[in-house]
């Protein structure tokens, strides 16, 4: 998963494994739960759906003939997942390589870690960790080299990314250790840490 296409088909397999949803629904929610699509817009959601259709992994119906909970006052196409796009959706889910813990495709990764098995998650996790080690050491002897040419607003603008970096590799490291654990992540006791590494001010619920 290397172009943000791929990654907004992935998220959209993982929506719509739990249930079948309209555009508009899809949309809500992934704009509500991943911050990489927080201002994903119908032009760029269609045409992914329509790929995703031509590829036989996801199906659209006409909730005209489908139950009435689904259906609605009007007319509206609902997309469901296939088998073949259930197969694709594992699949996806067991591979790990470096782009499974950058920016573009970490959030919607971590996202369906419910669906992934311990020994990925654990390594994309890992994986995540070093990178944000590594940047957050590049990050800091960059502020140590220009910290003379820098005027004080800059400074603090340096600072506050320095702490989100910092906050993040914490929240990696305390995940890790979690996953390490004898006992089941979702019998874990709750993180102190409720808000996104990306996005503090806002929470990570799922969809």
């Not at 305390?174 to 001010?201: F, G, K, Y």
Request: neutral net charge; aromatic residues 6%; glycine residues 6%.
């Amino acid at each position: 998963m290397r172009t943000r296409t791929e990654v907004l088909e992935l998220a959209i397999l993982g929506q719509l494994q739990g249930a079948p949803m309209h555009g508009y629904e899809l949309r809500k929610r992934l704009n509500a739960t991943l911050g990489v699509f927080r201002a994903l817009s119908y032009g760029s959601l269609y045409p992914c759906l329509k790929g995703l259709v031509s590829g036989g992994w996801i199906e659209a119906a006409d909730t005209a003939h489908l139950p009435h909970a689904l259906a609605g006052k009007r007319t509206r196409i609902v997309y469901r997942l296939t088998a073949e796009g259930k197969e694709r959706l594992a699949e996806t889910l067991s591979r790990v390589d470096p782009a499974a813990w950058e920016d573009e495709t970490f959030d919607v990764r971590f996202s369906l870690f419910a669906e992934t098995d311990a020994e990925t998650r654990l390594r994309i996790l890992e994986g995540r960790r070093t990178r944000m080690v590594e940047r957050l050491e590049s990050m800091r002897q960059h502020a140590q080299r220009t910290r003379a040419r820098r005027d004080h607003y800059t400074l603090e603008l340096q600072r506050h990314g320095l702490d989100l970096l910092e906050r993040e590799v914490h929240w990696l490291e305390d995940l890790i250790t979690q996953e390490r654990s004898p006992a089941p992540p979702n019998e874990a006791q709750p993180h102190p840490h409720e808000a996104s590494p990306h996005h503090p001010e806002e929470s990570k619920e799922q969809g």
